[in-house]
């Protein structure tokens, strides 16, 4: 408050102190002036207390989501030092029992030990045979269930060269899914699978249609640590065929197979070019170059990979020049 004609800067006695007393007439740096200690003390108070009572994006409410996934991130943590802990107990008691000449305890003691670890390896390797599903259609958490199983089992590349009986047994004859989750009011949904293995080849399954009711994305939760997810062997790997699920992926991967075409008309949509090029064959990749994803036209090219790599030089000769 400013009063007549006490308006004025120190410039000598007082000490000119910004911000803080020393006599009337004193100022900060806001330029606001006072005319004694007390009521700079007093109008600072009033400023913290307003401060420390306005509300901040830090107040805001989680979502049942992140609520969801902080606890399951929690959970993981724990498992991961239980485990780790477990270990060295079990190390430390058998070096223990070692010395007291009992072999019989010693081994009938390891055996809810073992039963205990492998529990938690289970549960630590959890966050790596989870897949998110996104834009999940409104169906029952069964229909989704057998939806995937089917697939993998349609889709799984058995070579009769190199059969992998634990690939016919795990994948083909027994059930590779364990349970799904659906968040019906998010339309997403938690696969949980047996092994790390077949989780990652799910990943290709990235924009299957789940029983013509539209597409869904599919990647990794928000836990997913590989970190904290035992090494996988690529040779392990099993192996899917999209194609016969009629998966076009959108990436196509640089190689002697992937094919460029220019001079399309920019009006075309996606799926008309894809009607041209199914033509040829079946399409294993394909990625029409926009703009930006909301774009109506395309900039009059795009890149195409095919299932069969016999069929690059024949849809090449076929196309150029249409």
């Given at each position: 408050q400013l009063a007549g004609g006490d308006r004025h800067h120190r410039s000598g006695g007082g000490g000119g102190r910004r911000g803080g007393g020393g006599g009337a007439g004193s100022s900060n740096r806001s330029g606001i002036y006072f005319h004694s200690y007390e009521e700079e003390r007093a109008w600072l108070e009033e400023r913290r207390r307003k401060r420390r009572s306005r509300k901040s994006s830090f107040d805001v409410e989680p979502t049942p989501e992140q609520l969801a996934e902080e606890e399951a991130r929690a959970t993981l943590e724990r498992d991961h030092l239980m485990m780790t802990g477990a270990g060295g107990m079990g190390s430390r008691a058998t070096s223990a029992g070692g010395g007291g000449g009992g072999m019989n305890n010693n081994s009938s003691s390891t055996e809810p030990s073992s039963s205990s670890s492998r529990g938690l390896q289970s549960q630590q390797t959890r966050h790596a045979r989870r897949l998110?599903?996104?834009?999940?259609?409104?169906?029952?958490?069964?229909?989704?269930?057998?939806?995937?199983?089917?697939?993998?089992?349609?889709?799984?590349?058995?070579?009769?060269n190199n059969p992998n009986p634990n690939h016919q047994k795990q994948y083909v004859e027994n059930d590779p899914i364990i349970s799904v989750y659906i968040?019906?009011?998010?339309?997403?949904?938690?696969?949980?699978?047996?092994?790390?293995?077949?989780?990652?080849?799910c990943l290709d399954l990235d924009g299957i249609n789940v029983m013509g009711h539209g597409k869904v994305t599919i990647k990794r939760p928000n836990d997913y640590n590989p970190a904290w997810a035992p090494?996988?062997?690529?040779?392990?790997?099993?192996?899917?065929?999209?194609?016969k699920l009629g998966i076009v992926s959108s990436t196509v991967p640089d190689g002697p197979n992937k094919i460029f075409i220019g001079g399309l008309p920019y009006h075309l949509t996606e799926s008309q070019v894809l009607e041209?090029?199914?033509?040829?064959?079946?399409?294993?990749?394909?990625?029409?170059?926009?703009?930006?994803?909301?774009?109506?036209?395309?900039?009059?090219?795009?890149?195409?990979?095919?299932a069969d790599p016999n069929l690059t030089q024949v849809a090449c000769m076929g196309l150029n020049g249409m």
């Open positions: 998110y599903i996104g834009n999940i259609p409104d169906v029952h958490e069964n229909d989704v269930h057998n939806f995937f199983r089917d697939a993998i089992r349609s889709a799984i590349i058995m070579d009769p968040n019906r009011e998010r339309r997403f949904a938690f696969l949980e699978f047996k092994t790390m293995e077949i989780t990652t080849s090494p996988v062997n690529p040779a392990t790997l099993p192996k899917l065929d999209t194609a041209l090029l199914g033509a040829f064959g079946t399409v294993k990749a394909f990625h029409l170059v926009k703009a930006d994803a909301t774009a109506l036209t395309s900039k009059g090219y795009c890149f195409v990979e095919y």
